[in-house]
Structures are given as C-alpha cells and as structure tokens.
C-alpha cells in the first residue's frame, strides 16, 4: 500500500495523524494522503510491456509502429545497423515510477545479460553487425511487480558486397577470370611451340643444303 508514496514522504520531517480507527493521514511533499487501511489490498494484476515504435538512430526512417506484445521478426537493410527501440508498459497506476529492463541477444553468439533497471524507455543500438537479434524487455511497477517479457527479433541483412548475390558473383567473376588467364597461357604455350617448330625446321633446311 506505501509503494505509492514512496519518495513523496518530506524527509526527517514524517507527519501522520489518526483520525480513526484505521484511517489517518500522512504528511507528503506534495500535502496530504488520506490513508483508509479499512480497504482490502487488490491482488496486483498481470500487466504486459509493448515495443511501441523502432526507428533508425536519426529518426529518419520508421521501421516499426504500433503496439507489439507477441513475437514478431522484421529483416532490415544494413544501412539501418542503428536502431532506437521505444517501449512502455500497459500499466496505468504511477507510470512515472515504472521501471524497465532490456536485453538484446544475438544468435549463435555468447548469451547477453540484463540491463539494470531504469525509467527510460528508449534504448539505443549503434553499428549492429548483421545477424540475427532476439530484444527482450520486461517492466516493473510500484509494487515490484514484473511483467511478462516482451519479445522482438529482427535481423540485420549484410551489406550488398557481403550478401549471398555479391559471393556468386565473386564466385563467377573468378571463374571467368581463371578462365581467360588459362586461354592466354594456353595461347602463349601454342605460339612458342609453333615457333619452335619452325624453326626446327629451318634448322633442317639448312642442314640439308
């Protein structure tokens, strides 16, 4: 019950009055709460956390908006390797005091660990190599409730001159070059040999005579 006015009570100054049974009031940095302890404690509700809006780190494109809950993946250029991901909580009670923590795993790579837990709900990715990535973040009230974990993957394609096309045509620009280095020397082989022949054959004239 006291979560929601924790960091509003006026330091070394704590005021509380009773008025009756069960009720009083309490001296805050803001005026006074009225506290009724007649009241029965709800059972604190599940409540999940959204990926609410991904963009590149210069705000210049939008890759995603909306309101994500369940496990999505998007592929995206690797022009776009820098990312901000916004998220917030669908819990209504002291937003301000909600706190977040993420973790962005990339597969087939040494498991992340959590962020400590902050009231910010952006976070900045900058420079990502291409891969696959899993972002997970979860959320906690004033209650120190958890939310359940969100979960977005995304990958990040390799550059042009690093995809799959450039390394088939790496792979023919190859061919066809060992090819044509092989036709020149072959060339060259023919154009000696017949030289040579010839003149062998000069040789013989000469000797003939």
Same mark, same amino acid.
């Given at each position: 019950?006291?979560? !929601?006015?924790?960091?509003?009570?006026?330091?070394?100054?704590?005021?509380?009055?009773?008025?009756?049974?069960?009720?009083?009031?309490?001296?805050?940095?803001?005026?006074?709460?009225?506290?009724?302890?007649?009241?029965?404690?709800?059972?604190?509700?599940?409540?999940?956390?959204?990926?609410? !809006?991904?963009?590149?780190?210069?705000?210049?494109?939008?890759?995603?908006?909306?309101?994500?809950?369940d496990?999505?993946e998007?592929?995206?250029?690797?022009?776009?390797?820098?990312?901000?991901?916004?998220?917030?909580?669908?819990?209504?009670e002291?937003p301000?005091?909600?706190?977040?923590?993420?973790?962005?795993?990339?597969?087939?790579?040494?498991?992340? *660990?959590?962020?400590?837990?902050?009231?910010?709900?952006?976070?900045?990715?900058?420079?990502? *190599?291409?891969?696959?990535?899993?972002?997970?973040? $979860?959320?906690?009230?004033?209650?120190?409730?958890?939310?359940?974990?969100?979960?977005?993957?995304?990958?990040?394609?390799?550059?042009?001159?690093?995809?799959?096309?450039?390394?088939?045509?790496?792979?023919?620009?190859?061919?066809?070059?060992?090819?044509?280095?092989?036709?020149?020397? !072959?060339? $060259?082989?023919?154009?000696?040999?017949?030289?040579?022949?010839?003149?062998?054959?000069?040789?013989?004239?000469?000797?003939?005579?």
């Amino acid at each position: 019950m006291f979560h !929601k006015v924790n960091g509003l009570l006026v330091g070394s100054y704590e005021f509380t009055m009773p008025l009756a049974d069960r009720l009083a009031i309490i001296g805050s940095q803001e005026g006074f709460v009225f506290f009724d302890f007649r009241e029965s404690i709800e059972k604190p509700q599940p409540f999940n956390v959204t990926v609410r !809006k991904i963009e590149t780190a210069n705000g210049n494109q939008l890759l995603f908006g909306g309101t994500l809950i369940d496990s999505t993946e998007s592929r995206w250029p690797y022009a776009f390797n820098s990312l901000k991901i916004n998220f917030a909580a669908q819990y209504y009670e002291n937003p301000e005091k909600i706190s977040y923590q993420y973790c962005l795993v990339k597969e087939d790579a040494e498991p992340a *660990s959590w962020s400590g837990w902050t009231n910010n709900t952006q976070v900045d990715f900058s420079e990502l *190599s291409e891969g696959a990535y899993v972002f997970y973040v $979860r959320a906690r009230n004033i209650y120190d409730q958890q939310s359940e974990e969100c979960i977005y993957r995304f990958s990040i394609l390799p550059p042009w001159y690093r995809s799959w096309q450039a390394y088939v045509f790496y792979s023919v620009l190859l061919l066809v070059a060992g090819t044509l280095a092989f036709m020149r020397v !072959k060339e $060259r082989f023919i154009r000696q040999k017949i030289r040579l022949e010839n003149e062998k054959e000069k040789e013989l004239l000469l000797m003939q005579k």
